[in-house]
């Protein structure tokens, strides 16, 4: 299974991104069962959880991102989104979004999001 994720890219403090990640090729009621989650890395530090859509559709949100991020999904169009506002130079990291079925556990790509002051 391939998640492609898009929508990084440059802006300054206090713009919004939105990033988008696919999941074609899952099928539609595994994907709707799924947790789906966005994970960042900035340089020289771990892979930290942002934001995630548990099986229950609770959410769950990195303290420092709360209030200003917003996960969501499409199961029709098997798409999870990340919704980025008042971004930081803090926020500056490749983000990857992370699908985990009951059996696997799939990544995307990752995108760059770079937030200059």
């Known amino acids: 299974v391939q998640l492609q994720a898009s929508g990084g890219g440059s802006v300054l403090a206090g713009g919004s991104l939105k990033l988008s990640c696919r999941a074609s090729?899952?099928?539609?009621?595994?994907?709707?069962?799924?947790?789906m989650a966005w994970y960042r890395q900035a340089p020289g530090k771990q892979r930290e959880l942002v934001a995630e859509?548990?099986?229950?559709?609770?959410?769950n949100y990195q303290d420092s991102v709360k209030g200003r991020f917003t996960i969501s999904k499409d199961n029709a169009e098997k798409m999870v989104y990340l919704q980025m506002n008042s971004l930081e130079p803090e926020d500056t990291a490749i983000y990857y979004c992370?699908?985990?079925?009951?059996?696997?556990?799939?990544w995307g790509q990752g995108t760059q999001v770079t937030v200059s002051s």
């Open positions: 090729t899952l099928i539609t009621s595994t994907f709707t069962s799924s947790r």
């Open positions: 992370n699908v985990d079925t009951e059996s696997l556990d799939y």
């Open positions: 859509l548990t099986r229950g559709g609770v959410k």
